[in-house]
């Protein structure tokens, strides 16, 4: 298992035909070799799984990355209204160039991309 920084950028959308790269979120996890979420190292150091979220026309939110019955999510604040699901993360690795469909707390899905891994030391 190694903690990375993970950023992922928002993929094409009808409203961003290229993409935008200032849509975006960064990410620390640890992956185990498949690039999958290792789940006990995060029950284990749960403030060590954070997420930052960065939009330009609204205020950075900064959170964590917890599971959830229903499987990943991105949390911000106590409660559920503000979490963000992640469709299939426990199963899908967070690879290079790889696709991740985050649910935002409206109902609104958005495709977002692997922009870049890098392993913290």
Aim: aromatic content about 10%; hydrophobic content about 35%.
């Amino acid at each position: 298992m190694k903690w990375k920084n993970i950023r992922l950028e928002l993929a094409r959308t009808r409203d961003f035909p290229d993409g935008s790269v200032s849509r975006a979120y960064l990410l620390r996890l640890p992956l185990d070799d498949s690039g999958l979420i290792d789940e006990g190292a995060v029950r284990s150091n749960p403030g060590h799984a954070t997420v930052r979220r960065f939009w330009p026309s609204e205020p950075d939110m900064i959170g964590y990355v917890i599971r959830k019955p229903s499987g990943w999510a991105f949390s911000y604040e106590l409660g559920e209204a503000d979490d963000e699901g992640i469709f299939h993360l426990e199963s899908h690795p967070l690879k290079l160039g790889e696709y991740i469909t985050v649910t935002e707390p409206d109902g609104r899905r958005l495709p977002f991309k692997v922009a870049s891994l890098a392993q913290l030391h």
